[in-house]
């Protein structure tokens, strides 16, 4: 363990790759602050970020390796997983095999994956959950520049004086990105445009919010551009000189906008004034079956005003995952060689020659959902997945869950022993977590960072690019897999992209071919390609970009499931919660999933806020909370994507949506699901609290969160009113109410200590949570005090918790309005809520907003 001096590493979150400052201050233990001279951040974190050292303690983690439910040392393991694939290879042949991989591994481990995969074993199966993520941008990218290259960085934020905000809830997803853009609004009076069809967080801080239907970006962009054009704005001599244009192009944008029409002239206006203009886009475009169209729309409006390559414009498509962009450039999608070369003939042959090659594979492999459907009809027959969780993560997920277990083998390399895809595994391969894994990470500006270990590996835990090296050497390829350690791979890896270069790709990073390993160790972040990486020759046959024709997609019409079904992310939660899901201050801020509905549809459906609901879709059903919010659309509902079959009984968001993909990138719609959702009454509802993790069975509902000295379950039931097999061994006391149909039972230990109380009732109140939770491992409440729920002298109820770093809920924040403050920093100096992360000056904004004319009435 290295203790004392900070180490500068990156967050393990998403893919605006935030320096962090880590100092171990003890075993498993690590004080987390902004890395102030990383330029991505600035010192800045969000609440995921700051709260790290809350995530890396080894509870759930996968230790040693493991075959079946059988403890196996690594030579066993190893053994059985490289017989397994030379096995699957001689019978079925290199096609047969596949890797699922992620963007959590680290630039190095996915250069040796891919190096394995389609240079030894022969296939090009290698796939990685970024397909769900920013595949379509990728694809975008090269159509019109000729190589997936993204031509912004973040300091163009800081530099325009306009910003399209396009699908993606910024203020919650890329919380620093937002926080960068606060500044600059505060700056220089950057003007703000949100287009998406939700009101969030981010759209109500907005100039302009546009509020488009799902799948509404190309119409919208092309009529942009066709508007843009009549009032003369298209820089003709910008594309003479660098764009291509099909003849009939202009007369194909004509569409209807698709919103009204002085949303739509605000917008062109804006757009007219600002030619320093930021185009970002993000998961709300690219998960989508028209997401590479999207994403050349929006291409198309720059390049045509040249807004492009210059300070303070472009298009600029974020990345979901901490490493999303290290694994585009490495080659992990199936559709790219390595370091953005394609399976032409002479890159085959460079290739081949690069890494002596003995089975190069002859062209592009399946991509992630044609991938599960080869797993799931044999022609896969061993899967390898590394640090992803397919069978919650991929759309239509009960179909993956039958596809994994119906193949052969299963292999997951992972940090966590109980995931919904380790449980279908026959080999689980323990892996190094964050604060483990020693390597480097490339950010949506295409710059590299040093991920640095801050502990030991626990248990026999190994890094990803040494689990397939050994793999490697024991299928024979020993010396093509030698490397001593993660600087060896980045070299190789630094050395193989000059094959890109020499063909003018804009990917070169030569430069680092020769690092020590000393210099390695202290690499300072770097990006390559500059700030304008594209230059006056784009990487194309002519040297110039392309404007891609794109027509918007037919309106989807389902009568039996008249709903349009989007999925989201939340502000303190990362994908499946295995991280994020342990720490008991994330938790606080949404800890159940909940089904956002308009008011007018919740009537129409019999909804009720708080009530529950079941979500339907052709593929599967799941069950929800209900939140009505005028933020949704009239027709289309949200749930969130994080919840697993560990976390909760049925709130899995991603069993609902299809397999359909955007036919260019592969990438899957989950964003526009037709859908139907029904009411649910239960017979009784309540929560529990345990010191430990239950297994609830028979209930209609639950979901669990993490608190300080336990879990959080929410429960809801039919029938008698009986939890009796979730509650901890100990001595209970109990009280029944028939007549009002409650019951509440506390279990002790014998010296007094808490070990779970729950709260039960059939239409009754029940008590808030805070203080019930808080008591968990401490005998300090009475037998009275614990039945009744709170202390015998009230707690101020705070409401829902707003700010999770210093615990401020609703209630405090519209006290502190009611008291005068009128600004997210007054709310700040009042009750300190927002001035940490920083993550939560949205929420507090939209309060401020809220309770103020609730304030001045008072005060009138
Ligand atoms: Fe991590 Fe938050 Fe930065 Fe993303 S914005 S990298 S989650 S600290």
Request: hydrophobic share 40%.
């Amino acid at each position: 363990m290295k203790t004392g001096a900070p180490i500068r590493t990156t967050c393990a979150y998403c893919g605006v790759g935030c320096g962090v400052s880590a100092t171990v201050t003890g075993p498993r233990a690590v004080e987390i602050r902004g890395d102030a001279a990383h330029p991505a951040n600035h010192g800045r974190l969000c609440s995921k970020g700051t709260h790290l050292g809350e995530t890396v303690s080894l509870d759930g983690r996968l230790l040693a390796p493991m075959i079946g439910d059988r403890e196996a040392g690594w030579d066993e393991a190893l053994d059985l997983v490289a017989g397994k694939m030379r096995d699957c290879i001689a019978e079925h042949g290199p096609d047969s095999v596949a890797f699922y991989v992620s963007g959590q591994l680290l630039t190095e481990d996915y250069y040796a994956a891919n190096k394995l995969m389609k240079g030894f074993v022969g296939s090009a199966n290698i796939d990685t959950n970024s397909r769900l993520c920013m595949a379509s941008a990728v694809a975008a990218h090269n159509r019109a520049f000729g190589e997936d290259v993204v031509p912004c960085s973040y300091a163009d934020l800081d530099e325009a004086d306009l910003v399209l905000l396009v699908g993606s809830n910024t203020a919650w997803c890329h919380p620093v990105v937002w926080q960068r853009l606060e500044q600059a609004r505060a700056a220089r009076g950057t003007r703000l445009v949100v287009i998406d069809p939700r009101r969030t967080e981010t759209a109500e801080q907005a100039d302009l919010h546009v509020p488009i239907a799902p799948d509404g970006d190309v119409a919208l962009f092309n009529a942009l551009l066709a508007e843009t054009r009549r009032r003369g704005l298209v820089d003709e001599e910008y594309l003479a000189a660098h764009g291509e244009v099909d003849a009939g192009f202009w007369e194909a944008l004509d569409a209807a906008p698709g919103v009204p029409a002085e949303t739509f002239t605000a917008l062109c206006d804006l757009v007219a004034a600002h030619p320093r203009m930021v185009t970002l886009f993000s998961q709300g475009a690219n998960q989508s079956v028209c997401g590479t169209d999207k994403g050349n729309a929006i291409i198309n409006l720059h390049l045509a005003t040249g807004r492009i390559n210059r300070a303070g414009a472009g298009p600029f498509s974020i990345t979901g995952q901490p490493n999303a962009m290290g694994g585009r450039e490495v080659g992990g999608l199936s559709n790219t060689l390595a370091c953005h070369l394609g399976f032409g003939e002479d890159e085959r042959a460079e290739v081949e020659a690069f890494w002596d090659a003995p089975n190069l594979c002859a062209g592009p492999g399946l991509k992630a959902v044609d991938l599960f459907r080869a797993v799931h009809d044999g022609r896969i027959r061993f899967l390898w997945v590394m640090a992803t969780n397919p069978a919650v993560s991929m759309p239509d997920s009960g179909f993956v869950r039958k596809a994994l277990a119906r193949c052969p083998t299963v292999v997951v390399s992972d940090i966590i022993a109980d995931t919904d895809t380790g449980r279908l595994a026959h080999i689980r391969l323990p892996a190094h977590g964050w604060g483990e894994k020693d390597g480097t990470v490339t950010n949506s500006e295409r710059r590299v960072s040093r991920q640095r270990a801050l502990f030991a590996a626990p248990g026999e835990a190994r890094a990803d690019w040494r689990i397939i090296a050994q793999v490697a050497a024991r299928m024979g390829w020993t010396e093509h897999f030698a490397w001593d350690g993660p600087s060896a791979i980045f070299r190789e890896f630094a050395a193989m992209t000059g094959l890109a270069a020499r063909r003018g790709k804009a990917l070169d990073l030569t430069a680092h071919a020769g690092l020590t390993d000393d210099e390695y160790e202290g690499l300072e972040p770097f990006q390559w390609g500059g700030a304008q990486p594209l230059g006056a020759r784009f990487p194309t046959p002519s040297g110039k970009a392309r404007l891609v024709p794109v027509t918007p997609p037919a309106p989807a019409i389902d009568t039996e499931f008249p709903l349009r079904l989007n999925t989201a992310r939340y502000r303190d939660q990362w994908h499946t919660m295995t991280r994020t899901g342990l720490s008991p201050t994330l938790s606080q801020h949404r800890p159940e999933p909940l089904l956002e509905v308009h008011p007018l549809d919740a009537a129409e459906l019999g909804l009720t806020d708080g009530g529950f609901s079941r979500v339907e879709t052709k593929q599967g059903a799941s069950l929800y909370r209900v939140a009505v919010t005028e933020g949704q659309r009239r027709g289309e509902v949200c749930v969130p994507m994080h919840w697993t079959d560990a976390m909760a009984g049925e709130g899995r968001a991603n069993r609902l949506p299809s397999q359909a993909v955007d036919p260019v990138s592969g990438q899957p719609g989950f964003k526009n699901a037709a859908a139907r959702v029904v009411a649910v009454t239960p017979d009784w509802r309540g929560f529990l609290v345990r010191h430990d993790v239950a297994a609830p069975e028979g209930l209609l509902y639950w979901t669990r969160a993490r608190v300080k000295a336990g879990w959080l379950y929410e429960l809801a039931g039919e029938g008698t009113i009986d939890i009796g097999a979730l509650l901890p061994e100990g001595e209970r006391i109990e009280v029944v109410d028939m007549a009002r149909g409650m019951r509440r039972i506390a279990v002790r230990d014998t010296g007094g200590t808490l070990l779970a109380a729950a709260y039960l009732t059939r239409s009754g109140q029940l008590p808030p949570r805070e203080w019930v939770a808080g008591q968990l491992g401490l005998d300090a409440a009475s037998t009275a005090e614990l039945l009744a729920g709170r202390p015998s002298t009230p707690l101020p109820d705070r409401g829902p918790i707003v700010c999770v770093c210093h615990g401020i809920g609703e209630k405090d924040i519209a006290a502190a309005v009611q008291g005068g403050a009128s600004s997210v920093a007054e709310v700040g100096a009042c009750t300190r809520a927002g001035t940490n992360c920083g993550s939560c000056r949205p929420a507090i904004a939209r309060l401020v907003e809220a309770w103020t004319p609730i304030a001045l009435e008072a005060a009138e």
